[in-house]
């Protein structure tokens, strides 16, 4: 199955009810501080400044893009869905932002080489079939200028499914909590009809290489809620090392320099 054949499925419902940030969007004022943490955290990995030029493929609302286009920036989005292109129009309009928005597939765009200083990638991958995810980082590699960078934030991670959440239910069971067979969201219309290809902190890695890039790294953000515990302290700690954290740890993200 590829993205196209679920298309129809990414309407105004779904980015105004689903997507994350949906919430926060009818408060959004421009500004860093009214964008969705996730949102403000992708700035931030990708270190974009005022003087980028930024590509934002799979834009969904356009916040980033807004904000980016606010302070000076030359912002782009991209998205197949009409609704959100729509979304985003109207909210650029209002603000008075100038960002352009297009839709359009990411392979449907025609894009000199070596255009963007920036290009990210915000829950798409995981949207896209895996053959069309070699064909966005080839893409992406692409339209990068020479130490562009191109930032990839994923959810969930798949091993962490496998195998870390067999875990997580014997902890709880050890903790007398029962937690489900199977994850909730596994279960959900949203993970059989809109999520093709879940990544891996491996998987991510080999689509860079296979693109052409040589500067990357992949990570996992996480924010634990402060503990008195010295013993939760130190499991938390452990988890965020290798190897327990690609199993353990689910919010993915790459970075990668051309």
Request: a positive charge.
């Given at each position: 199955m590829k993205s196209a054949d679920v298309k129809e499925i990414y309407d105004g419902d779904y980015f105004l009810k689903a997507v994350d940030g949906c919430k926060e969007f009818s408060e959004f004022d421009g500004t860093f501080n009214?964008?969705?943490p996730r949102y403000q955290r992708n700035i931030q990995l990708l270190d974009l400044q005022p003087q980028h030029k930024l590509l934002e493929i799979g834009c969904g609302r356009g916040e980033v893009c807004i904000f980016h286009a606010l302070r000076g920036g030359s912002a782009k989005g991209v998205d197949y869905s009409a609704d959100a292109i729509s979304l985003a129009r109207e909210k650029a309009t209002v603000l008075g932002a100038k960002a352009e928005?297009?839709?359009s597939s990411f392979d449907g765009l025609e894009e000199p080489a070596a255009t963007y200083d920036r290009i990210l990638a915000s829950e798409f991958i995981e949207h896209i079939s895996a053959?069309?995810?070699?064909?966005?980082?080839?893409?992406?590699?692409s339209m990068l200028k020479p130490d562009g960078k191109l930032l990839v934030f994923t959810m969930p991670n798949t091993l962490q499914r496998r195998y870390g959440y067999p875990i997580q239910r014997l902890w709880a069971l050890l903790h007398g909590k029962r937690l489900p067979k199977q994850p909730a969201e596994t279960t959900s219309e949203h993970f059989w009809n809109f999520h093709l290809n879940e990544q891996n902190y491996f998987s991510l890695r080999k689509f860079a290489h296979q693109a052409g890039f040589r500067r990357f790294m992949v990570g996992y953000d996480v924010q634990y809620a402060p503990t008195p515990?010295?013993?939760?302290r130190f499991?938390?700690?452990?988890i965020?090392?290798?190897?327990?954290c690609h199993i353990m740890l689910s919010n993915l993200f790459?970075?990668?320099?051309?």
């Open positions: 009214s964008l969705f928005f297009m839709e053959e069309e995810g070699l064909k966005f980082f080839q893409a992406a590699f515990s010295k013993v939760k499991i938390r700690c452990l965020k090392l290798p190897p327990l790459l970075v990668a320099q051309k």
